[in-house]
């Protein structure tokens, strides 16, 4: 069993950054692949970025290549989100997700969440 809570949301200006953290409970959490996801209001939960479980393997949502970095450390059981040059389109909630997945975008193959955190981002 892995529980999952995020960190880290708030309300930052267009062109600010912010990080978001997740933080692991479970001896098991260094076999997962782990990634975030967001959702705006009205929309679905779309895939943001997702790292391997041994950190080999990244990947992103081109909507935020070059401006999100995704990483993990197994030592303390963390996930963070760095995101710079915010967008008002940024504004979601973000979850993380941990599973032991294939298609690292896809959300199915994610056996575990949090409950998310806010990010909003004004204009």
């Known amino acids: 069993q892995v529980q999952l809570v995020e960190s880290g949301g708030g309300l930052v200006q267009a062109g600010g950054s912010l990080r978001l953290s997740c933080a692991a409970s479970g001896r098991t959490f260094s076999v997962y692949a782990m990634g975030w996801f967001r959702q705006a209001p009205g929309k679905e939960r779309d895939f943001v970025a997702a790292i391997s479980w041994n950190a080999g393997a990244i990947y992103y949502a081109d909507s935020v290549k070059g401006r999100f970095t995704i990483s993990r450390v197994m030592a303390k059981n963390t996930l963070d989100l760095q995101m710079n040059s915010l967008k008002p389109e940024d504004t979601a909630v973000y979850y993380c997700?941990?599973?032991?997945?294939?298609?690292?975008?896809?959300?199915?193959?994610?056996?575990?969440w949090g409950q998310g955190t806010q990010v909003t981002v004004s204009s």
């Open positions: 997700a941990a599973g032991e997945v294939t298609k690292y975008t896809r959300r199915d193959g994610y056996k575990y």
